[in-house]
């Protein structure tokens, strides 16, 4: 896959490098156990690699908090070892994307040593200070400002206190920034995934936010989300970096939490030179109430509404990336599937639906065997702290904490964070040691060792969808038509392409479904599936080809 476009025909596959591989039996995933891996994903056939902050860090976000760009945590491995897995990737036609988490550093970053230690400071602006706090919370519970007695006043972090913001205002900020993504171009990465980028630019006033009831502090994301100079700081990106690289086939993906279909087709219009695509939230808060731990039935009505505004939304320009699961997820099988009693046929279905969109895939470690939540019984259980800090302040609101462990055994990011299921050993492959976060009991069941072999398992499914959209040009370009906007429990689309067209049913219930008017789309080549007829089984999915 190579030229201008490459990534619409290609697959993009997440690693979580802390719970993907242990090669040194630390308990703890690393470079040298990704490396030992590089088989399963060259015969799954992806063609990107990206993996999750590996950058020393005191890992108070799971390495979400830099203390240094331009190098790798002993956890992790190394940077030579680093150097090898971009050269065996490469080796077997592989690319490899990093993650830039530039929205913010760790407090423990020198930049934010030195920012913080005298108002006098040279980078004294590098940061958000301020004498006085506005009422915003943080993401992660809390107010989102802390004060320093070094400067004597606040910084502003909408994630952790160990996460201060950095000031994009000041050009000296984004030079950096861009220094450190020349240095890893240069060192033969890819792309980049760019951690929260639509935060980066901030109502310079940090007006005072609205309180929701209930809620003990300001909602600030009016001031934050998409901000008024993003896309003018993004476009500056593109050309003091990027167009650099002008040679190269690289890949640049924007985490966009909460934006919509407008600023979708802004960030990825390839006349803007600004990204390549973004993910955007909106197909992953079907689920949620006003806020994420308010957990919802799944609504198909929802889902098909939003994955279809997107679909047309940048049908015309632009490009979509297409996810259901990544390290901030809970289980898409647990969400919108089964995972029961068909959690197989649930798992294929999703994947079926998502890869025959029109974008480009990321699978997550883990989905494509159909691993799911993890039974969460108590709050001992968690490591991750938003779910932490969120279980302190609903109790100390007042809530019962059953309800508050109930909200996070659906809705916790751990769900989808603990260890790879490679095999049916007591550490499920992923360590001989003793792993950071617990392995889900169902390893037993749900692990590679046991579907690689079975034309039928989830394994077996992506490996044919991923071929599938390397092989038909119809999966890549062809364009895309809901076909039903009221039935019940289908979602049902069309791609139509020059060279044919793909009819795509998923029966979204454990419930037998009638096709009714849809029947009649059931003609040409069953490509995926197997079922037949106007009636289907229950979570079939089949996509024909005439
Ligand atoms: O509520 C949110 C914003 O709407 C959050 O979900 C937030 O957007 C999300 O957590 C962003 O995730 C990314 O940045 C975080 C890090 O903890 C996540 O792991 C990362 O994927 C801070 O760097």
Redesign the pocket.
Known sequence: RTGPGWWRSAVVYQVYPRSFADGNGDGVGDLRGIRERLDHLEWLGVDVLWISPVYPSPMA??G?DVSDYLDVDPTYGTLAELDALIAELHERGMKLVMDL?A??TSDEHPWFVESSSSPESPKRDWYWWRDEPNNWGS?FSGPAWTYSEGRAAYYLHL?TRK?PDLNWENPEVRHAVYDVLRWWLDRGVDGFRM??INLISKDPELPEAPVMPGQRYGNM?ASVLDGPRVHEFLAEMHREVFDRYDDRDLLLVG?T??TTVEEGRKYTDPARRELDMVLH?EHVEIDHGTF?WDVRPFDLGRLRERLAAWQTGLADVGWNSLYWD???QPRVVSRYGDDGRWRTESAKLLATVLHLQRGTPFVYQGDEIGMTNYPFASIDEFDDV?AVNYYHEAIALGMEPEDVIRSLRAMS?DNGRTPMQWDDSPNAGFTTGRPWLAVNPNHTEVNVAAQRDDPDSVLSHYRRLIRLRHEDPAVVDGDFTLLTDSHPQVFAFRRRHESGQLVVLANFSGAEADLGELAGECRGDLVIGSGHGSVMAPWESRVYRR
Do not use: C, I, S
């Open positions: 976000d799971n979400y988490v929205n913010h993401f994630f996460q951690d929260v994301r985490e939490g909460e939230y994420k990544n390290h901030d938003e990011r």
